[in-house]
T-cell receptor, first 112, second 114 residues
Framework: DSGVTQTPKHLITATGQRVTLRCSPR?????VYWYQQSLDQGLQFLIQ???????AKGNILERFSAQQFPDLHSELNLSSLELGDSALYFC???????????FGAGSRLTVL | AQKITQTQPGMFVQEKEAVTLDCTYD???????LFWYKQPSSGEMIFLIY??????QNATEGRYSLNFQKARKSANLVISASQLGDSAMYFC???????????FGQGTELSVKP
């Protein structure tokens, strides 16, 4: 157990729907990162939050949004889902100034 | 811009032998770090080893070592005495030393044969 908790582990939904993925970072970690892993795109950085504020943005679609709450957990919202959004979504966390990211087990999203 | 390249989509190695997984990178940063992660078939991402750009010695962690050649911009992972449990995807990643996002390569699938 890495200490980073992601829910749900698996999610199956239909095109056009909206889902929310949740992440609780390791105790003491202030940064949360979201990544998308798909067969064609590989591991893509989506967005980073640090202590509640957006710190860096990657290849995140406009249909996707995220936030980090005061208790430091984070949610990734995916809306108007398309077949191509099917992927494994990872959350990772790190302590301030640290360079190693600790990953959660991932949330596997299947869009039918 | 930062870029990571892993040119070996798949590799085979005999159990108990050593194997080298290639990784080259490109960055304009002076201070950066290189990372290797393992992803078994179960899907989780497991951190293996880290090398800072200013580290003069190659990093080692148990059976893992990182062959860092700064002038050639390469950071190859060496796994000694391969075990069946080493069969997995291996990802090389590039980031800044002071923390922040990592950029990942496309990965190398390693298969260890008994």
């Amino acid at each position: 157990d890495s200490g980073v908790t992601q829910t749900p582990k698996h999610l199956i939904t239909a095109t056009g729907q909206r889902v929310t993925l949740r992440c609780s970072p390791r105790s003491g970690d202030l940064s949360v990162y979201w990544y998308q892993q798909s067969l064609d795109q590989g591991l893509q950085f989506l967005i980073q939050y640090y202590n509640g504020e957006e710190r860096a943005k990657g290849n995140i679609l406009e249909r996707f949004s995220a936030q980090q709450f005061p208790d430091l957990h984070s949610e990734l919202n995916l809306s108007s889902l398309e077949l191509g959004d099917s992927a494994l979504y990872f959350c990772a966390s790190s302590v301030p100034g640290a360079n190693v990211l600790t990953f959660g087990a991932g949330s596997r999203l299947t869009v039918l | 811009a930062q870029k990571i390249t892993q040119t070996q989509p798949g590799m085979f190695v005999q159990e108990k032998e050593a194997v080298t997984l290639d990784c080259t990178y490109d960055t304009s940063d002076q201070s950066y770090g290189l990372f290797w992660y393992k992803q078994p078939s179960s899907g989780e991402m497991i951190f293996l080893i880290y090398q800072g750009s200013y580290d003069e010695q190659n990093a080692t962690e148990g059976r893992y070592s990182l062959n860092f050649q700064k002038a050639r911009k390469s950071a190859n992972l060496v796994i000694s005495a391969s075990q069946l449990g080493d069969s997995a995807m291996y990802f090389c990643a590039l980031g800044r030393n002071q923390g922040g996002k990592l950029i990942f390569g496309q990965g190398t699938e390693l298969s260890v044969k008994p």
